[in-house]
């Protein structure tokens, strides 16, 4: 168990895999403790798979900060994730405008690790801000996610500012995804490959902007098997 107090930030990532031998792993913070992300954009917490099950709350992760899971069972309550004008996040913001225009500009930001990137495992984050990020709130290319009673606001990016889906299952529950922006589609999500988004228990989505689908858009390179469902209450 690893207890934050006060403000701290990494000088490398911190990485929890197989061989990490405790049978849980909890990160907790106290009062107003918050993280700064290391130098370089790396993630400044990476969970591959095979790790035992790990738990985060109650921190505010700064400029930045990211949180990858590659696999194993993940649990968040109460983070907050709030963007900055370190250097990682500025570098996201001139490649979201097109600074140099590249392909491989392109590509590195429609697959760039944001604040919150599921490749695999199964992931559940409640009571949870994502605010004002350069280069989207959340990517999943696979596993599985419940995001509930969380809010996503204020981000930008090029597509699905607040959630892009390239695979898995994701599944939003009494979550707000508020004011976010993408100069191309999807101002609040999209959806970009074969996976199941799942919006129930008064999920809201308002004052989201973007070129193309201003809230939602599912994009016709999406694969046969993707499947759409909302569920209200009665």
């Not at 929890?16 to 130098?39: E, K, L, N």
């Not at 700064?62 to 899971?69: F, S, Y």
């Not at 409640?126 to 004002?132: D, P, Y």
């Not at 508020?178 to 228990?201: F, H, P, Q, R």
């Amino acid at each position: 168990s690893i207890r934050v107090v006060g403000g701290h930030s990494t000088d490398a990532p911190i990485v929890i895999d197989a061989s990490s031998a405790s049978s849980r792993i909890t990160i907790s913070g106290v009062a107003d403790s918050f993280m700064a992300p290391p130098s370089g954009g790396d993630p400044f917490l990476t969970i591959r798979a095979g790790s035992p099950p790990v738990s985060l709350s109650n921190l505010t992760l700064t400029d930045g900060a990211k949180v990858r899971v590659d696999g194993g069972d993940v649990s968040v309550e109460g983070l907050r994730f709030l963007g900055g004008g370190g250097v990682a996040a500025k570098r996201r913001l001139s490649i979201a405008r097109g600074a140099d225009g590249s392909p491989e500009a392109a590509a590195e930001l429609l697959h760039a690790d944001r604040p919150i990137t599921l490749h695999g495992g199964v992931m559940r984050v409640r009571n949870t801000v994502l605010s004002g990020i350069g280069g989207g709130g959340i990517l999943v290319t696979g596993g599985s996610l419940l995001l509930s009673h969380s809010e996503v606001r204020r981000c930008r990016a090029a597509r699905g500012a607040a959630l892009r889906i390239l695979g898995g299952n994701v599944t939003l529950t009494g979550t707000l995804l508020e004011d976010n922006t993408a100069t191309d589609s999807g101002g609040a999500v999209e959806v970009a490959g074969g996976g199941t988004l799942t919006l129930s228990n008064q999920t809201r989505l308002r004052g989201n902007s973007a070129h193309w689908g201003s809230s939602l858009v599912v994009s016709a390179q999406a694969h046969s098997g993707h499947t759409l469902a909302q569920h209200r209450r009665p």
